[in-house]
């Protein structure tokens, strides 16, 4: 027995010298570290613009989504900008291409009620992420659903008090990414347990991914209430299930990936890391993104620089959409922009074409 026991403790000791106890601490990435390099080859610009078929009733154009590409065709789900009040009446709008530049549009998902007077909480809706599940065999959608009110000076009312709707596609398979979705519960809330870096925007977004057994997330939110210093930020949440309930991962958050960061849409590469593609701020004019070795603990914000190799048309670069392998080898990211069409701002979808270079593995 003594020499059972003796054993089991030289075991437990090896694995906490050599880093691989559960307490061990995690394998960050460092600034200096490579990793990946991402370069750009070309660029579709408005591939979805202003006068685009079936864009006839989007007044202001598109923001945010999610591209997937399954067998050969390309399927978007995206927040179209329907009409006034700006920001607010909003639209979920399922797009399909066979070649990724010409675009139809298939379907409406769902539709804001445009409630302007803060009673609503599905006044506009926002940042729709599909989710592919192989447990269930069905098409996870979530989006944030916004109260809205007019402006204030510094305050940012036009979509506040944010939560995370789940749905979940009504036809089983693979097929079943247009939907229709039926609304399950709401997975986070504003007003329940926030962390004390979130603010008046609320939930701003979602996207969860699966390691092993465990399913985490990354979620969004912008202190609003105060626009001349605000920050948009994201932290992580797990979960036992798909369907939660979640839990914020306090003890983590906000990830550090400086003063903005929204829309993260998270994927593991051939290299083993993942990578999480977010709108880095349209201040900067390059897109976000961030690398980690286990999923849970982030690399500050880097940024993929678009020009001098794309001559500048945009007006602000906004959110990558999409990290598609393609059979040649090289990667296509959708991502979405604001340009000017006659004075006004539309939000325009976009079409990268990239070569990924796997530095450390």
């Not at 996870?140 to 940012?156: E, G, I, R, S, T």
């Amino acid at each position: 027995m003594k020499k059972k026991l003796f054993v089991a403790a030289a075991l437990l000791a090896a694995m906490g010298a050599s880093g691989k106890g559960r307490d061990a601490a995690p394998k960050r990435i460092a600034d200096s570290d490579g990793i990946v390099r991402i370069e750009v080859l070309a660029c579709e610009d408005t591939i979805l613009r202003r006068g685009s078929p079936d864009t006839e009733d989007i007044k202001y154009g598109f923001e945010g989504g999610r591209v997937v590409k399954i067998g050969n065709t390309y399927h978007m789900i995206t927040s179209e900008m329907v009409g006034d009040p700006y920001c607010v009446r909003m639209r979920t709008g399922y797009w399909t291409s066979e070649n990724g530049t010409d675009w139809r549009r298939r379907a409406t998902i769902r539709e804001s009620d445009a409630d302007f007077t803060g009673a609503s909480q599905r006044a506009a809706i926002w940042g729709p992420m599909m989710v592919y599940h192989k447990k269930d065999k069905r098409w996870h959608l979530f989006y944030v659903c916004y109260k809205a009110l007019p402006q204030q000076p510094d305050v940012n009312n036009l979509n506040f008090d944010g939560v995370i709707q789940h749905a979940v596609s009504d036809v089983k398979g693979i097929e079943g990414i247009g939907g229709p979705y039926t609304d399950r519960e709401i997975l986070m809330r504003y007003d329940e347990n926030p962390d004390p870096w979130e603010g008046h925007q609320g939930v701003d977004s979602f996207f969860p991914y699966r390691i092993g057994k465990q399913w985490y997330a990354l979620y969004g939110s912008a202190t609003t209430q105060q626009m001349s210093t605000c920050r948009w930020m994201v932290g992580m949440a797990r979960a036992d299930r798909i369907e939660g309930p979640w839990t914020r991962m306090s003890e983590l958050n906000p990830v550090g990936l400086e003063s903005f960061a929204e829309n993260p849409i998270v994927m593991r590469l051939e290299n083993g890391v993942y990578i999480a593609i977010v709108d880095g701020g349209p201040w900067v004019d390059k897109l976000g993104y961030t690398l980690s070795w286990d999923g849970v603990h982030w690399s500050k914000l880097r940024h993929i620089d678009i020009e001098p190799v794309v001559k500048k048309w945009w007006t602000a670069l906004r959110t990558p959409i999409s990290l598609i392998k393609e059979k040649d080898g090289t990667y296509t990211m959708f991502f979405t922009a604001f340009k000017d069409y006659d004075g006004l701002s539309y939000g325009v979808v976009s079409k990268l074409k990239l070569k990924l270079t796997f530095l450390n593995k």
